[in-house]
């Protein structure tokens, strides 16, 4: 069929970038060339790479059978820096019928580029592309190798070694999986190579602003070194910090561009990586993309409803190294995900028969959260350290921008020191021989030699209580105090340490699933709302919960003996649950033994008495049973 005559030539705009595909034309060095020389010649071509590219992207299109297609795009100047930007939509623009020359043109521009092939224990042979690759060869991102991914959960597990450097090189490749998925089943979507590669660099990315121990640094240590900022210091925000400096100090806007990423994608990289930005005025709250393309921002980070490549790493990594089997299968996830509109925008909608596939996902969250996320010794050990370090904070310095002294919490403003502080900040205090750091070496020696402050009992808050009101923690230690001081002990407020801590499945007491969309085999292009009780009767009827950790920092039996039986009484006192009830009774095994370190306590009262009657297993039971 030979190709429609245009009626007028389009002044060729990248609609994801706005940038005009003349800008990047290279005039063939001669005039007057005739159809058998078209496309361009090689010697006319912008290489991206001029080490990994030498080939015509136009002339393969060409020899494919698209020389119409290839000729039009060259009369845009369309050239290989660019060609792989090009979207169906924009050939309909150009009045190209051919459509199908799109899956020509990405197949031949996913050749472009030298990957390179990692060796994954989760994922396995997976591929890297180079601008990802010049990312991790950098003192930012090998930064990520010194941190723990699970923080102080590896002094309750030792498997879990691992750290965010090999779980952010797992989220960069499942982030372009799905990405390519949706566009190989999707093409209408329009998803270039460009979006396929930001949301990969998101994913890359998307934990660079960790500190010390991961969260601890962020949700224990800056909330009390810097109280007034605890609600703007996140993680996210220190991530997007540090892409920044690592683009500026390692000089990567030319990599960049020589991949075709301008500065209207980066910002779509940082958006990702830190979510929509607050308190705008205008319907659309990103710059990156525009809205038909919103469905990008659920990829690496779904603020939707947190079904995203984030957790699919994290659930299969942890549950590897920690020796906690997972349930949920994000391969068989990924095959079922497809863009559909609902209620005036795109996202990421899933096939109704996988709504027990994705509770099984929330699932192992709050299975991971239970047996190690908020285990009561990791957390503990966490609480220890956040301690050494805020008594550490005005002596340590790490020196910043034109070697400013900066003090740990004071790392956060400036990206040059903050780059030097990892987990080694612990051995750095542990072997000092500062008289200043005393205290902070102290408290981590008793970490090194598992003399830790212990937990006397748990229990969940009173049913009236509201655990999220402020400073619920202090009125709890308040009371708690107020009962040892009638029992006449001598410890006080400083001894006693009370932890709040909040299980759900992601959404504090909604059920995620409901912010979920599906679509019916019969009509996959109709949104679906499926309900929980269409699904089972054996599903949670709430999907949050809240617990209460009294802590003694002093280990003497007397002092621990006193803590348990001032846990007791506050929970007579407010009617709560002290036994095996109390907590987890089917992730954790309970102990009654206050000194052994337990997190839940019995009273002597709800103990079962010993009786001759009672036989001691059950063989001795079936050897007792007479039959006439």
């Not at 150009?94 to 050749?111: D, F, M, N, S, V």
């Not at 010049?134 to 010194?146: E, G, H, K, N, Y």
């Not at 699932?363 to 010794?377: C, D, E, I, M, P």
């Not at 030097?420 to 205090?429: A, G, H, S, Y």
């Amino acid at each position: 069929m030979p190709p429609k005559k245009r009626k007028s030539t389009r002044k060729g705009v990248d609609e994801d970038s706005a940038v005009p595909f003349k800008k990047y034309v290279v005039k063939p060095s001669g005039e007057g060339e005739s159809q058998d020389d078209l496309p361009l010649s090689q010697d006319s071509v912008v290489s991206m790479d001029r080490d990994l590219l030498s080939i015509d992207c136009l002339k393969l299109l060409a020899e494919k059978g698209f020389a119409d297609v290839a000729k039009v795009l060259q009369e845009e100047g369309v050239t290989n820096e660019l060609i792989d930007r090009v979207t169906e939509s924009q050939l309909k623009d150009l009045e190209i019928e051919r459509l199908e020359a799109i899956k020509c043109i990405q197949k031949i521009t996913e050749g472009l580029y030298g990957y390179k092939i990692l060796n994954d224990p989760i994922h396995g042979h997976i591929e890297i592309h180079p601008l990802c690759v010049r990312i991790v060869d950098t003192p930012q991102f090998q930064r990520l190798r010194s941190i723990k991914q699970l923080g102080g959960t590896y002094f309750v597990y030792p498997g879990a070694a691992h750290n965010r450097f090999e779980h952010s090189l797992g989220v960069c490749y499942l982030a372009g999986q799905l990405t390519s998925t949706l566009r190989k089943r999707q093409p209408d979507l329009g998803i270039s190579n460009t979006d396929v590669l930001c949301v990969q660099i998101a994913g890359l990315c998307h934990d660079l602003g960790h500190g010390p121990l991961s969260h601890m640094f962020d949700n224990k240590f800056l909330p009390v070194a810097r109280p007034k900022d605890k609600d703007k210091i996140k993680h996210e925000a220190l991530s997007v910090k540090m892409f920044d400096h690592l683009v500026s100090s390692n000089n990567l806007l030319g990599e960049f561009e020589k991949y075709g990423l301008t500065e209207q994608d980066r910002t779509f990289i940082k958006e990702q990586i830190a979510g929509p930005r607050k308190h705008i005025q205008k319907n659309w709250p990103y710059n990156g993309r525009s809205k038909d393309k919103g469905f990008l921002y659920e990829i690496v980070a779904n603020k939707r409803n947190g079904i995203d490549v984030d957790k699919w790493d994290y659930f299969a990594r942890d549950c590897h190294m920690l020796g906690i089997k997972n349930n949920f299968d994000h391969t068989r996830c990924m095959k079922y995900a497809r863009v559909l509109k609902v209620d005036n925008e795109l996202q990421i909608c899933s096939r109704d028969k996988e709504v027990g596939n994705l509770y099984d996902m929330f699932h192992t969250r709050n299975t991971l959260h239970r047996r190690a996320y908020q285990h009561s010794v990791g957390n503990i050990i966490e609480t220890m350290i956040t301690e050494a370090m805020l008594k550490a904070d005005e002596f340590m310095k790490i020196p910043g921008t034109n070697g400013k002294m900066r003090k740990l919490s004071e790392t956060v403003d400036d990206m040059e020191a903050y780059q030097k502080l990892t987990d080694f900040i612990v051995e750095q205090i542990l072997w000092s021989t500062d008289d200043k750091l005393k205290e902070s070496r102290e408290i981590l020696m008793r970490v090194q030699r598992r003399q830790l402050f212990k937990c006397v009992g748990n229990t969940r808050p009173p049913k009236d209580s509201d655990v999220k009101e402020k400073d619920y923690d202090e009125k709890v230690k308040d009371n708690f105090v107020e009962i040892l001081k009638n029992m006449g002990s001598r410890l006080g407020r400083d001894d006693i340490i009370i932890h709040l801590v909040f299980l759900d499945y992601g959404m504090k007491d909604k059920n995620p699933i409901d912010h979920v969309r599906f679509y019916n085999k019969k009509d996959p292009t109709a949104p679906i709302h499926v309900r929980k009780d269409q699904v089972s009767d054996l599903l949670p009827e709430k999907f949050a919960e809240q617990l209460i950790r009294f802590y003694c920092k002093k280990a003497d039996e007397a002092s621990l003996q006193q803590a348990t039986e001032a846990f007791n009484r506050w929970c007579q006192q407010h009617q709560c649950s002290v036994g095996d009830d109390s907590l987890m009774p089917d992730m954790t095994p309970l102990k009654s033994d206050a000194s052994a370190g337990s997190c839940s306590t019995t009273p002597e009262s709800s103990k079962i008495p010993d009786s001759q009657n009672t036989p001691g297993t059950a063989s001795k039971f079936k050897s007792r049973l007479k039959f006439d």
